[in-house]
């Protein structure tokens, strides 16, 4: 049976035959202003090669220099980790011939990576801690960007391909997992639990701005599967570039049960580079998966050892923010919710959302009703996580802001943040632009709720004989005919008014 071939195997089953061993590294793009060993600059989404020189793109005698920003953002990981920090790290040269490479090698560190042996507990979905134990934590370049025509954007098929060097030598740090053994079903949840807490981390340390949509943050997932009675792993798989926490948590599940059927059947599974398909979930191969000695990795010529002085070192720990586990703790006893109330808002992915909102003035309460309901709704019918919609904290304490003063209702307000969503602009131009503010003169509302009385003969009988329940059908057609821009309290008193 080939991989192309094969019938996945329920989840359960693959639990009750197997032990999944995962192996996590996650690459993250370093917020430098210029690229790892060049002066170009690293701003997303340039015209293609307008930020390249001849260092980036590897012309003959073009010599690197290392970005000591980036540097110190390496350390500063290296010890939020809980790792150690090498005395005197070595540049490598790993050697490969790909496209988007292209010096032919990519300056990276192979056997002396500047942070080596740490951990980082996470937290998941009922509460349990789960230490992710962490082997290294590298300096590298990135890559530039192949763009395949034809082929459904995959290289095999495509007719062409198109290159832009934009992100070659953009810093990189690597983190790289120890296997992570023993979770058995719940390892999926481990990955994105692992991956959502490390995003969080970088971006409590400033570092990045962990946009996993724009490729700043991206995690290679390996897999593999030993049987109950195996003492050695089994041949693990690498999905490449998984770009969403969602998607990790998929990847891992999918390779589980796709390897659990090849296993199954009496099939090997070959190591090799896969890649995701978020449509419909899957794994697709790419290619044979090299080891360390097809790289030929040997120290960098052009570079000197980085060893950073050990009383810097001993400064950066002081510099360290407020970690986000402990500032969630700080904030749930401020807050006063429950151990229950705060892992929801986590696994949404709302916290740091809700803080900032509460930061640019929101009251906390109408912040997290905002982001764990309205926006929540939202995120889920784009497709996207919380964190990835096109809104700002900012934006949404401004509209909260409106509909506290009374200047919207919440479903204005709703549709305010739907414009938002859908790059509109600012909150206060869109209320501007729409004719969106509450109705405040009595007269106008007053002749709506008259021509909805008059409409409604039965109904304002009932509400002249006590029953003023009854006045919820003359108000609903009152907003209906103001397009919600009524203010609903102030409308139920003109309507008791006019039947008293």
Known sequence: ???????????????RDFDPVLGLEVHVELGTETKMFCGCPTAFGAEPNTQVCPVCIGLPGALPVANAAAIESAIRIGLALNCSIRESSQFARKNYFYPDQPKNYQISQFDEPIAYDGHLDVVLGDGTTWRVEIERAHMEEDTGKSLHIGGAGRIHGASHSLLDY???????????????????????EVA?????????????LGVSDVRMDQGSLRCDANVSLMAKDATEFGTRTETKNVNSLKSVEVAVRYEMRRQAAILNDGGEIIQETRHFQEVDGTTSGGRRKE?????????EPDLAPVAPDRSWVEHLSTTLPELPWLRRARIQTEWGVSDEVMRDLVNVGAIDLIIATVDAGAPAETARSWWVSFLAQQANSRGAEL??????????????????????????????????????????????????????????LQSAVDAA?????????????????????IVG???????????????????IAACS
Do not use: H
């Open 477 to 495: 057609d009152v907003m209906k005919a103001t397009r919600g821009q009524a203010d609903p309290a102030r409308v139920k008193e003109l309507v």
């Open 166 to 188: 934009n992100r070659a030598g953009v810093p990189l740090v690597e983190i790289v997992t120890r296997p992570v053994t023993g979770a058995g079903e719940r390892a999926p």
């Open 291 to 299: 080891t360390a000695d097809d790289y030929r990795y040997f120290p």
């Open 453 to 473: 009385l008059a409409a409604n003969p039965d109904i304002a009988d009932k509400i002249r004989s006590g029953k003023v329940q009854a006045a919820g059908k």
């Open 1 to 15: 049976m080939t991989a192309a071939t094969v019938d996945l195997v329920d989840y359960d089953d693959v639990i």
């Open 387 to 444: 964190a990835d919609l096109a809104i700002t904290p900012a934006q949404v304490a401004t509209i909260i802001g409106l509909v506290e003063a009374g200047t919207l209702t919440t479903k204005l307000g709703q549709q305010v943040a739907v414009a938002v969503l859908d790059g509109e602009g600012e909150p206060e131009q869109i209320v501007a632009d729409r004719g969106l503010e509450v109705v405040r003169d009595d007269t106008a």
């Open 192 to 204: 994105r639990a692992y991956v959502g807490a490390l995003r969080d981390l970088l971006k409590a």
